[in-house]
Each structure stands twice: as structure tokens, then as C-alpha cells.
């Protein structure tokens, strides 16, 4: 309001009055200008007065009327007591119609100027009052004033004695400060008069003032009534007077709507209110002087002055002061003779302080005011007390009480009327700064700090619509979804945070230099004063009183060291506006067991307390229902509250702000994987929802949206206790535990609710079924409501969390129900049929992976697709596999149900890899999904290959099938890239070879007639062989099946010698066969050292096997293949040495031929010892085959050319 019009005013215009001027007032202006700033030159010494008028209901200034000389005054005029608008108060008040100053006068201003006060402004007050202070040094005159501290704002009142003691006579109020008065200050305390000649003095000013606006200058009669009412006054107090001090102060119901009630003496009954910068002190001050202005005068005061009394220093400050603060530049004084008008003079405001008998120093005010105000700053230090600043009539010591500490003494500390005004302006400049919102974080310190005091000043059972209020804004301060600033770390928690100021820090250090402000042994002083100025002579020294303490230091804000502290302290402040608003509700039908000591028991059962999954659906669809209802707007509440009421409203708000924060512990208690803490803090979240939808007319979109949030992490943490059940007692035991703050909230909300509308979501189940379900279900009710007013689209990342929770949980069924079905297919060993319970459970799995599926395609999340499309594969191939016969191993084929669903997994696999396009998108699921699908083609062509469904097709096209499934295999299974996998994939690799070998090999060997066919099968089946060779000499853990291809090889090449007829081609045969057998040492070489690594295993670590070391060797594999591999070895060389024995008899001697003729010879002779050696161990048996392998690798094994 304020804040324009003085933006306005400091800004002066081009022209404006030189300094050492004051700038005059524009004549004909509507309402009182907004003055510039003023620097006066007084007597030599600068004193800075500015005057900004923040509010003015004056009238445009007109002229005084002028009256002519020897016009009789104590004739009344015409107008004479009727109310004038030009005059304002003033011309009544000066008579004493109306009381100068009203107790609560301050705090009406300050309500209206709400933004300056605690903030910008140092003291708010009547200018009576700041006149009467700024006098004191001067004036035998006794002070009585109420001080009260408002942030950095101090505001004054006049605190009349006479009054409140003729009060406390008739009503019983306020007796205990009568009895403090007389017992320490005034044993004989009586009324005192007013003397005639005062109430004389009075109604000639007034009718003055009357005449100087009227301007006929004529005397008229005026109504007997009138005149008798001079005399009245003074014998009794009037009735105006005893209306403006009620007590005790008690608000109306609509106290937080309008706190100023006229009604309660709290209202702005100023004619201006000017923001007053005298030297560094800022003022917000109340005055009612009247203003003339017009011709060649554009502002004048008026005065009226007795020519036979010489105007004194009292009189000349307070006129000066009154040009001052009103930035009146000239004054007008009209003096008269025993009320006869004998001349007019005008004087300029600078000029006042030099008058003859009136000269004072400007620094000297100057210093007195700057010395008052470090001394009230100083010691009113408690924000909410009301202080009492007391000077004896005809004293020269100045005393400080604390009269709400006075009070506390008493039997009701609620006397003090004072109370409930401040209560209300600490609640209304806190209200004010909460508004502020791109500053208030930095002020929360001092706004908590306000509502504290204001909470601690009001009776709870009086005000609870004030207290409800404060708490939830105290709440509010806490910011529950940020976590806490580092700066805030400086400044610790302090157990004093209430008040701004430590008992400590209220003492002045220095005494001596600063004024006594201890008693001693002053006869004069008593130990109830917080402060005394012993003279008012120390007023005048410069600095006297200098403040060694601001008004506030910084209050601290309290620090939180995590979420869980931060949320308690707004639940505590939420406890209690909700004990507040419960407590204005008065219902006869109150909920009569209910005892907030007493736990409320939370309902535990071993199995889903809704029947499992269907009686889930019901549930749910009665929850959506409800939901639905809420759209129209349905209300029901169990307490009777009035729809719109403050209790309405106020409640409705503390729930929702309870249920955030128990969103928020909730969240931090699963980030620390207290998963029955965490379900315990959102069932509370949700209860608390429950209520508020109960109470709520019109739901909110954002209400809705918190709804759905609330879900979403109850369904997180019902998924987590399903994943961490063995540690499910622990888990049940937080969820169980409950603090008598939660049990006090869960009474209030029981007053309007069951709070079981989410207990189908918050129970915690001992069966894992039923706990992913409620999970499923709790993210599939936050999806429906965020279809409610368009919330989808509104908040599009909440939505697509929701709906990868929802396909993340259908994957989790999937698999729990894909595994139930796959235990039972190996439970099942004598039945070769499918039970239905697989079938059901297949579906179920199914079911979940379809809808998973969606969820994840409909927000354009292909890697999370592509792996529920996997999972949906792996399910085809637990069919496929649970359709094998179990019966007759001997006669069982591979089934149409197996190819069937082995080639459904094979299209969910493909669907996956066409998910994700490339392997760029996520290289870890791409290789995943390709090693599922080579795995699936391996199984479908070994299956095929081992148990040929021969009564159904042809060899040929069987071997077909099988060589395609193996190279696709092959295809999908990447032996180059470097992984982890790698080596899977070169034994995978190495395995197809091997066995497509072994299939070429054997259609070879059962093959009769198409050369063609046969050379072809001949080429593939050798090829195939180097390749898994190759492969399987790639791998350091794979040594029998390295050595078992090498045997087949050489079995290949027998094969292939019985079908030659040449004694040349049969030995170069034989030659490339004993080759092999040379080559196979690699795998004796690796199969050696994995028998070393197993003797010295045990000495080394005889109780602790070796972890990661590779599979233990199978001994008896390798016993069997060593078998093997000597006798083939032997008969190899038999063979050889009998061709060349042979060849050697028929044709000419050939010494390549001898040499490998006596090789073989003496390796045969060796080998043959060494396999009739029963005793050699298996080590040693290989030892002796590396070495003769060796010697035949030397030898030339054979080999002719």
C-alpha cells in the first residue's frame, strides 16, 4: 500500500527546494502530498528530519479563516462541536471528548502497515507519545507507557494509570498492577482532578479551531447540552474512555479474517500516518494535527497562544516536533487576551527552537531520542512481553518494567489485555513474510520465531483457530521434499531458538558506562525493574545509551540433521493445530473410546487379508468407486464439521501436510531399506489421504497427484518386502511399532474417518504371492487416477515412472509364476502328461509378460521390452520342455508341442532383438537376448539330433533341420567380442562344430550310393572337426572334449582308409591320423596341470576349496579317453608299421621310410610296456604319452609323401 506512494516520494522532482529548505506543499492538492526529504540547518548544527505520509484521510487543505482583532473566544461559534471533517479528531479531542492516545492506538497502525513493521521500521507510535518521550529530560511530568517488540520494531502506547486503577476498582482487572503500584511505587495512590483552568484552556482552543474554519468569525449560542458538558467531563470518566481498554481482550470468531476490529479498540483512527526518518531513527507515526494550507500559505499549523504567557521550551519542542513529523514548514500563531484576539504572527519551523524563553538544541533531541531508543532496544528484549516505562510525576529516574513476567506471578496469566493485540500482530507479520516468496526462505529463522511467540501468548481453549493457524504455518516452514542447505549447518540447533535473546544476552556488560541498570542500593529502585535510567540528565549526553545488541540477531532456524528429525518436527506442529481444531469442535456424539494413549492395533495376517489376488479386484474396483464419487464432490465426516468452516478448512490442510510428511519418512526409510518402517510411515500417508477425501468437497488435480505418488511408493516397498522376506520378522516388527505422536494423529483422524479405504495396499503379508500383487495393484490404482483430470498429460514423467513400476511388477509375477511352474515340471517325474496347475500357471506367467510388454511399448522403452519379451521366450521353452516324454527314454522323439513352442520362443527372441534394433542401444541386453536365441536353436537341434522324431520324418530332412537350427545357433552366438560371455561362446561354437561333424561323420558312415552326397558330407564333416579343434584348443577348461574330437577325427580317417585300396594312399592316411594323435598333446598338456593343481589343492587349503577355480577334472572321463587313445594309438602304429614293412619288401630301400619305420617300431614297443603296466598312475600314464608323442612328432610319425 505504503511501498508506491514512498517510492514516489523520494524521488524529488525538477526544481525542488534547495537544501536547508524545506519543500512546500502544491496548493489545491487532493490529499496529503508524500513530502521529500528535508536536511535542516538549525543553529548551526544539522539535524536530518524526512517525512513520507504513508496514509492521509484528510480533506483538500484550505485557508484558515483569519479573525479579526478583539474577537471574543469564549463565545462558541456556530459550528462548535459538530463534526468536521477538515478538523478531524482533533477539534473533540483537544476538548477531551475522546481520549488523546488509545491503548491499542500503535497497533492499529501497525496492522494497516504490516509490511514495515519487525523489518524496516525502528518504533511505531502516536506523535503524542513520541513528543512525550522525546520531552523527558525537560518535563516534570510523569510517563507511563506500554512497550512492545515486534522483530526489530518497538511499539509504544500510552499506558494510563489513573485509568486502568479507576477500571481495576469497578471491574476487578488489572488489581495486580494497582497492588504492584502502591507497593512499590505509590503507597497513596488516589485520583488526581483535572483543575478548571485545564478544561478552560481546552474548550478555548477548540472553539479557536472551530472560528479558524468557519470564517464568518460570528458568535452563535450553541445548545446548553454542550455547554454543560465542559464541567461533566471532568468530574467522571466518560464512557468513550472505559470502551477502548477491554479485559481480558477476547476475538471474535472471525479473528483471522479481521483482527482489527473497530470493536476491540484496534483500529487506525488516524487522520495521517507518516513514515518519520529523524537522523537514523525510522518511525511509523500517528498524528491528528490539523493542516491549513491555501493562498500564500500551502501548509501552516495553527496555534493559540495567551499573550500574557511566554511561550517555554516544553511548547516550543512540541510544536517543532509536530512541524516536523508532518512536514509543515511554517506555524502560525494567533495570540489573544483572557480569549480576546489581539494579533496573528508566522514563524518558520527552523526558527521555532531560537524563540525567545523557548531555545533548546536540536542536537540535544537528536541525542535524547537516539539514547531512548538503544536504551528500549537494549532491554525490551523478549518479543511478545509487554514492557511498562515508568517515570514519576516530579522524578527524575525512568524505570522499565516486564509486565507480562509481572503477570505470570498471578493466578491468570491472561490478564494482560495487551496479550491477545500482540499475539495477533506477531501472527499477522509472520502471515506477512510467509507471503513473501521469493524472500521468506532466508527470514524463516524470524518467522518461526514470531509464530512461537505468538503460539506461547494465547490460551489454547480461547484461540484455537489462531494456534491451529500458526502451527500448520510453523509446518509450512519445512521444506519436506528438499534436503537441507549446508549454510544452514553454521548456525546450530540452539535449545533457546524460542526467543531471540539468552538470559545472558540480555545483561549489559558495562554498567558504569551504559547506566545502572541494577538496583544497588538505591532506596529509590526496586529489584522488580528489568532497567533504570537513574537521570534523565544521562539523556542528553551524546551516546549515553548506545545499543551494543541489535534489535534481533539472526534467529536461528533449527537445524535437522536428516528427513526423519525435519518431518517430526512438522508432524509435532501438525499434533497440534489438529488437538487445536479438534478442540473447537463441540459434538455431544465424540468418539466415546477413543484414547489417544491407547495404540490403535494395526491388523496383521499370515495370508492376504482379501482372499488373495481376487479378492484384491474387489477391492480395488470399490477404491476406483470411490475415487469416481470424489470427482462429485461427496462429503462425510464423523465429527459434524461444518463444510467451510475455519475447522474445515484448517484441518484439511494439516492432514494433507501430515500425510506429505509421512510420504517423505517413508521414502527416506526405504532409501535405508527399512521396509516395514517405510510401509508403516506410508500406511499412515494413506490414512491420512483417507480422511482428507472423506473431508474434501473438491478434490484437487494436485491432491490426486500426491495420491498417486503415495501408491506408487507403497507399491515399491510392498515389491521389497516381497524380494527381503528372510528378514521378514524384522521387517514386522518395525511395522508394528508406532510413537504416541503417530497414535495422536491417527485419534484425530479416526474423528472423521475409518481410515481404511487404503488398507488393502498396507498390509503386510507373509505370502509372497499376495504381496506382489498388492504391489501390481498399488501401481495399477496410481495409473487409474492419473487418468482423473487430465493428470497424465500434466505430469508426464510421474506418469511414465508409474507405468515402468507397472511393468517392472508384471515381470516380477511372471517370472515368480514361470518358476512355480518350472518346480513342478521337476517334481513331476512319473506322469508324462501336463497337470493343469502348469497350464494355469503358464497362463498367469503369460498373462503378466503380455501386459508388461504394453506397459513398457506405450512409453517407448524397447530395452525394457526387449527383456520381458525374453522372459516371455524363456516361458516357451519351460513349455516346450515340460512337453518332453518322461517315460520311456529309449523310445521317445522329439514332439510337434516341443517344435511348437521351442519356435514361439524363437519369435518372442527375434520380437526382442527387433525391440531393440541395434546393439548400440544396450549392448549388455542385445548380447543377452542373442546368446538366449543361439541357446534355444542349440537345445531345439541337439533335442532333434539325440531323440530323431523318426516316425514323423525322413533322415534327410531331420539332418537338414538340424545343420539350419545349428548354424542360426551359430549365427547368434559371438565368439570375437571380448566379455565376459566369451568363452561360453567359443565352448558353445566349438560344440556345434563338433557335433555337425559328428552328424556329417555319421550320415557318411550309413550312407550308400550319391558319390556326390558323400564327398560333400566327407568336405563338411572334416571341416567341421578343425573348427571345433580350433575352438576347443581356444578354451584351457575344455581338454576331454578337445580330446574326445581328436579321437573321432582319427575315427574318421579309419573310416576313410577301409574304403582305399592303395597301399600309398592307405599310409598317407594313416600318417595324417597319427598327425592328430600328435596334435591331441595340448590336451594331455592341460589335463596334467589340472591334476597338479588338484594334488596341491589340498595341502595348501585343506578346508577351504578354492572358490572361483575352475570345474574339478572328471577322472573317469579321462580314464575312459586315455583308454581309448592308447589302444587307437597302438593300432595306428601296428597299421603303420606294417604297410611300411611291406612297402620296404616290394620296392627299393627308402631311408626316410627306415627312419620312420624304426620310430614307430620303438614307440610301439614303449607303448605297449607301458599300457601292460597295470600299476602306473594316472599322471604317469599321461607323462609317458607326451613323451612319445614327442619322440613321434620327431620321428616324422609315419609320414610319407
Not at 487543505?61 to 462558541?76: H, I, S
Not at 485509568?163 to 507497593?183: H, I, P
Not at 511505587?185 to 479558524?212: C, G, T, V
Request: include cysteine.
Amino acid at each position: 500500500m505504503g511501498d508506491s506512494k514512498e517510492a514516489g516520494a523520494e524521488a524529488p522532482p525538477a526544481g525542488a527546494a534547495a537544501r536547508g529548505r524545506l519543500s512546500l506543499l502544491s496548493q489545491g492538492d487532493s490529499e496529503e502530498p508524500s513530502a521529500q526529504g528535508s536536511a535542516l540547518f538549525l543553529g548551526g548544527s544539522e539535524v536530518k528530519s524526512r517525512a513520507v505520509v504513508k496514509y492521509s484521510s484528510a480533506p483538500p487543505r484550505t485557508a484558515f479563516a483569519r479573525l479579526e482583532e478583539k474577537t471574543d473566544l469564549k463565545l462558541p461559534p456556530a459550528n462548535w462541536l459538530r463534526e468536521s471533517a477538515r478538523l478531524g479528531p482533533a477539534g473533540t479531542t483537544i476538548l477531551g471528548n475522546s481520549k488523546k492516545s488509545k491503548p491499542f492506538s500503535s497497533f492499529g497502525m501497525a496492522y494497516d502497515f504490516i509490511d514495515s513493521v519487525g523489518n524496516d521500521v525502528d518504533v511505531v507510535s502516536d506523535s503524542e507519545n513520541i513528543k512525550k518521550l522525546l520531552k523527558i529530560p525537560y518535563s516534570k511530568s510523569h510517563v507511563s507507557m506500554a512497550v512492545h517488540r515486534i522483530g526489530r520494531t518497538l511499539l509504544l502506547d500510552e499506558l494510563d494509570i489513573q485509568e486502568l486503577f479507576m477500571r481495576s476498582s469497578q471491574t476487578g482487572d488489572w488489581t495486580w498492577l494497582k497492588e504492584f503500584y502502591q507497593r512499590l511505587i505509590d503507597q497513596k495512590w488516589q485520583r488526581k482532578k483535572k483543575s478548571k483552568e485545564h478544561w478552560y484552556q481546552k474548550a478555548i482552543l477548540s472553539k479557536f479551531l472551530y472560528y479558524s474554519i468557519n470564517g464568518d468569525g460570528a458568535a452563535q449560542p450553541v445548545p446548553s447540552a454542550a455547554e454543560q458538558q465542559e464541567p461533566s467531563s471532568s468530574d467522571q470518566t466518560n464512557d468513550s474512555d472505559g470502551a477502548s481498554w477491554p479485559a481480558p481482550f477476547e476475538m471474535p470468531s472471525s479473528v483471522s479474517e479481521d483482527p482489527s476490529a473497530s470493536s476491540q479498540g484496534l483500529k487506525n483512527d488516524f487522520v495521517r500516518n507518516i513514515l518519520w526518518t529523524f537522523e537514523d531513527i525510522h518511525m511509523l507515526v500517528g498524528s491528528n494535527m490539523p493542516i491549513f494550507g491555501g493562498g500564500r500559505y500551502p501548509a501552516v499549523s495553527l496555534r493559540l497562544r495567551d499573550n500574557n504567557k511566554p511561550i517555554n521550551v516544553l511548547t516550543g519542542i512540541d510544536y517543532w516536533l509536530d512541524n516536523l513529523i508532518c512536514n509543515v514548514p511554517e506555524l502560525v500563531m494567533c495570540f489573544h487576551v483572557n480569549g480576546i484576539v489581539q494579533k496573528y504572527e508566522m514563524i518558520k519551523t527552523e526558527e521555532i527552537p531560537n524563540l525567545e524563553n523557548s531555545n533548546f538544541s536540536t542536537k540535544v533531541i537528536k541525542d535524547i531520542a537516539q539514547n531512548i531508543l538503544s536504551f528500549l532496544k537494549s532491554n525490551c528484549t523478549k518479543e511478545g512481553h509487554t514492557y511498562w516505562l515508568f517515570k514519576a510525576s516530579g522524578s527524575d529516574i525512568v524505570k522499565l518494567y516486564d509486565l507480562t513476567t509481572l503477570c505470570e506471578e498471578t493466578e491468570d496469566k491472561y490478564q494482560n489485555p495487551f496479550t491477545m493485540p500482540v499475539a495477533i500482530l506477531l501472527y499477522k507479520v509472520a502471515c506477512n513474510m510467509m507471503m513473501k516468496k521469493n524472500q521468506n526462505k532466508k527470514h524463516y529463522g524470524t518467522i518461526r520465531t514470531l509464530l512461537l511467540n505468538c503460539v506461547r501468548l494465547l490460551d489454547k481453549s480461547r484461540h484455537p483457530q489462531i494456534i491451529a493457524s500458526a502451527n500448520y504455518m510453523l509446518s509450512e516452514l519445512f521444506q519436506l521434499d528438499e534436503p537441507k542447505k549446508e549454510e544452514n549447518s553454521e548456525s546450530p540447533l540452539n535449545e533457546n531458538s524460542d526467543e531471540s535473546y539468552s538470559e545472558e544476552e540480555e545483561e549489559m556488560p558495562d554498567s558504569d558506562e551504559n547506566g545502572s541498570y541494577s538496583t544497588g542500593s538505591d532506596p529509590s529502585d526496586d529489584n522488580k525493574a528489568v532497567a533504570v535510567i537513574k537521570s534523565v540528565g544521562e539523556l542528553s549526553v551524546p551516546e549515553k545509551y548506545k545499543s551494543i545488541h541489535q534489535i534481533r540477531p539472526s534467529c536461528a532456524f533449527p537445524v535437522c540433521h536428516d528427513t526423519e528429525e525435519r518431518c517430526r518436527l512438522v508432524l509435532s506442529y501438525v499434533l497440534e493445530g489438529l488437538k487445536s481444531v479438534d478442540s473447537s469442535i463441540k459434538k455431544e456424539s465424540d468418539l466415546p473410546a477413543a484414547d489417544p494413549n491407547t495404540p490403535i492395533p494395526l491388523k496383521y495376517e499370515d495370508e492376504s487379508a482379501g482372499g488373495g489376488p481376487e479378492g484384491l479386484e474387489k477391492q480395488m474396483a470399490l477404491f476406483l468407486d470411490k475415487m469416481g464419487s470424489l470427482q462429485k464432490g461427496n462429503y462425510s465426516s464423523q465429527s459434524g464439521m461444518i463444510p467451510g468452516s475455519w475447522q474445515h478448512k484448517m484441518k484439511l490442510q494439516l492432514i494433507l501436510k501430515s500425510s506429505k510428511a509421512y510420504y517423505v519418512l517413508s521414502d527416506a526409510a526405504m532409501s535405508l531399506q527399512k521396509y516395514g518402517r517405510a510401509l508403516r510411515y506410508i500406511k499412515l500417508a494413506l490414512q491420512s489421504h483417507d480422511t482428507y477425501c472423506c473431508l474434501c468437497t473438491n478434490m484437487l488435480s494436485e491432491v490426486l497427484l500426491f495420491l498417486s505418488q503415495y501408491l506408487t511408493l507403497c507399491g515399491d516397498i510392498q515389491l521389497m518386502l516381497a524380494q527381503n522376506a528372510n528378514n521378514r520378522a524384522a521387517h514386522l516388527e518395525e511395522f508394528n511399532y508406532q510413537t504416541k505422536e503417530d497414535q495422536e494423529i491417527l485419534h484425530s483422524l479416526h474423528r472423521e474417518s475409518s481410515c481404511q479405504g487404503f488398507a488393502w495396499a498396507t498390509d503386510l503379508s507373509t505370502d509372497l504371492e499376495s504381496q506382489l500383487s498388492v504391489s501390481c495393484k498399488c501401481y495399477e490404482a496410481a495409473n487409474e487416477i492419473l487418468q482423473f483430470s487430465d493428470l497424465k498429460s500434466q505430469n508426464p514423467e510421474h506418469y511414465v515412472q508409474v507405468l515402468k513400476r507397472m511393468g517392472n511388477i508384471r515381470n516380477e509375477i511372471g517370472v515368480f509364476y514361470m518358476n512355480q511352474a518350472a518346480a513342478l515340471q521337476s517334481e513331476r517325474v512319473v506322469s508324462k502328461s501336463v497337470s493343469t496347475t502348469e497350464q494355469q500357471l503358464w497362463k498367469k506367467s503369460f498373462s503378466c509378460f503380455e501386459k508388461g510388454i504394453h506397459n513398457f511399448e506405450s512409453i517407448d522403452d524397447a530395452t525394457n521390452a526387449a527383456l520381458l519379451l525374453c522372459n516371455t521366450g524363456r516361458l516357451m521353452r519351460i513349455c516346450a520342455q515340460a512337453h518332453c516324454g518322461a517315460g520311456d527314454e529309449f523310445k521317445r522323439e522329439f514332439s510337434p508341442e516341443e517344435g511348437l513352442y521351442y519356435n514361439k520362443a524363437v519369435d518372442y527372441y527375434l520380437k526382442a532383438l527387433r525391440s531393440l534394433g541395434t546393439r548400440d542401444i544396450h549392448p549388455a541386453v542385445w548380447d543377452s537376448v542373442n546368446w538366449e536365441l543361439s541357446t534355444t536353436y542349440f537345445t531345439m537341434a541337439t533335442l532333434q539330433q539325440d531323440y530323431a522324431p523318426l516316425s514323423r520324418k525322413a533322415q534327410e530332412q531331420i539332418e537338414k533341420e538340424v545343420s539350419e537350427a545349428m548354424m542360426k545357433s551359430l549365427k547368434h552366438c559371438d565368439v570375437d567380442s571380448v566379455s565376459a560371455r566369451q568363452p561360453l561362446c567359443q565352448y558353445r561354437a566349438a560344440t556345434i562344430h563338433h557335433r555337425l561333424a559328428s552328424m556329417y561323420h555319421s550320415c557318411l558312415r550309413n550312407q550308400v550310393g550319391d558319390e556326390h552326397l558323400r564327398k560333400q558330407h566327407r568336405v563338411l564333416a572334416d571341416l567341421h572337426y578343425s573348427k571345433a579343434v580350433k575352438l576347443f584348443q581356444l578354451l584351457k577348461d575344455a581338454p576331454c572334449e578337445l580330446l574326445r574330437v581328436q579321437l573321432e577325427r582319427v575315427a574318421f580317417a579309419e573310416f576313410q582308409m577301409t574304403s582305399q585300396n592303395s597301399n600309398v594312399g592307405k599310409l598317407k592316411t594313416l600318417s595324417g591320423a597319427l598327425d592328430t594323435m600328435v596334435r591331441t598333446k595340448h590336451a594331455f598338456q592341460l589335463i596334467r596341470e589340472e591334476l597338479v593343481e588338484e594334488f596341491a589343492q589340498p595341502k595348501s587349503q585343506e578346508t577351504t576349496p578354492a572358490a572361483d577355480s575352475s570345474p574339478s577334472l572328471n577322472r573317469e572321463e579321462v580314464i575312459k579317453l586315455l583308454s581309448i587313445f592308447e589302444s587307437r594309438l597302438s593300432l595306428l602304429l601296428l597299421q603303420s608299421i606294417k604297410l611300411l614293412s611291406s612297402t620296404k619288401k616290394k620296392t627299393s630301400s627308402n631311408l626316410e621310410e627306415d627312419v620312420v619305420l624304426k620310430t614307430n617300431k620303438q614307440i610301439y614297443s614303449q607303448l605297449l610296456r607301458a599300457t601292460a603296466n597295470k600299476t602306473a598312475s594316472l599322471s604317469e600314464r599321461i607323462d609317458i604319452l607326451v613323451h612319445l608323442l614327442d619322440q613321434l612328432a620327431r620321428g616324422g610319425g609315419g609320414a610319407v609323401q
